[in-house]
C-alpha cells in the first residue's frame, strides 16, 4: 500500500487586502494579511495572516513573513530575509501556543539586506540592516547596523 501526502494549494487566499496598484509576481503563499499602496512582492515569498506591509514598501524574493510581523511604509526588505516569532523560550519550538510568540515592528524607511534574519523586535525608523545581519534586540537610534548579533556601524547623517 502506498502512502500519498496531503497537498495544499500555494497562492493568495481572498483573505488578502491589497492597497492600490500592489505587483506580485507569482508563485507567492499570501493569506490573511494587509499589503499597502504601491508595494511589491517577490517570487516565492510566503506572508502569513496578520502581517501588515505599509506602503511603497518592497519585499524581494525568497522571504518569509511570518504571523505577529508589521512593517512600514517606503521599506525594503531584501532577497531571503527570515523573520522569527517563537524564540523557543522552553527550549523547543511554542508547538502551536501561539500565546508564547512575540510580535516584531519595522518603522519607516527601513531596509534589511538579503539573508537577514530578525528575531522579534522593534526596529525604529531610518534604519539600514546589513545582508547576513541577525537582529536580536530592539533598535531605537536610526543608523546602519550590521553582524551577528546586529549592531550599529555608523549613525544615521541626520543625527
Known amino acids: 500500500m502506498e502512502n500519498k501526502p496531503r497537498i495544499y494549494d500555494y497562492g493568495i487566499r481572498e483573505d488578502v487586502v491589497f492597497g492600490k496598484d500592489v505587483r506580485v509576481i507569482q508563485p507567492v503563499n ?16 510566503e506572508i502569513q ?23 512600514g511604509n517606503d521599506c525594503f526588505i531584501g532577497h531571503g530575509v ?16 501561539k500565546s508564547k510568540w512575540k510580535s516584531t515592528v519595522i518603522g519607516n524607511h527601513v531596509s534589511v539586506g538579503s539573508n537577514a534574519t530578525i528575531l522579534p523586535v522593534s526596529i525604529c525608523d531610518h534604519v539600514v540592516i546589513g545582508a547576513g545581519s541577525v537582529v536580536t534586540k530592539n533598535i531605537t ?18 543625527q
Open 141 to 158: 537610534e536610526p543608523g546602519i547596523y550590521a553582524g551577528n548579533p546586529a549592531r550599529l556601524m555608523r549613525r544615521h547623517p541626520k
Open 49 to 71: 495572516k496578520d502581517v501588515a506591509i505599509g506602503d511603497r514598501t518592497k519585499v524581494q524574493s525568497h522571504t518569509f513573513i511570518c504571523e505577529l510581523v508589521t512593517i
Open 82 to 97: 527570515m523573520f522569527i516569532n517563537d524564540l523557543f523560550s522552553e527550549g523547543g519550538p511554542a508547538a502551536g501556543d
Open 30 to 45: 499570501l493569506y490573511g494579511c494587509k499589503v499597502g499602496d504601491n508595494s511589491f512582492i517577490g517570487p516565492f515569498t
